[in-house]
């Protein structure tokens, strides 16, 4: 069994004063992937690329290659890679609407409860390090300065 609480990265405290927490286990959705990779349930290509974007800021990354290495048709040589491009690329945890998006294309249904709008909402259930919530502010900078460029170059 894994011991996720013990082997995360940071989060000095369970629960910051809004509610989201440091222990990956308390997101539903990240509980269901880590109890199916524990188990060695097939949690799809979708589940494990999910689950790398988000666990590799609360597991350490050997434990994280660990859990991937454990799925049908992957080894330590694919887990790592996987781990290392979401590294790399320094990919931000998906949206729900981007999850949801990927589960339709698997068996495995990555949200618990697809229905229900709160479900797989990772950055509402998690704390996740400050630089991401930086990453997201300056891409939606970027992407507002660039509609107003190209709104003003169309006015001229």
Known sequence: MSQVKDTRKAATTDRADDGRSGNLKDSPMMARLLDALEKGTDIGHYGRLTFAMVARHFLDEEELVR???????QDETKARALVLQVKQKDYNPPKRDRI?????QQDFPIIPDADDPNSGNVYRELRFPDGIYENINEFWEEKAEGEEAATTSKGS
């Open 100 to 104: 949801l998006e990927w589960q339709a």
């Open 67 to 73: 859990l991937l290495a454990g799925q049908p048709g």
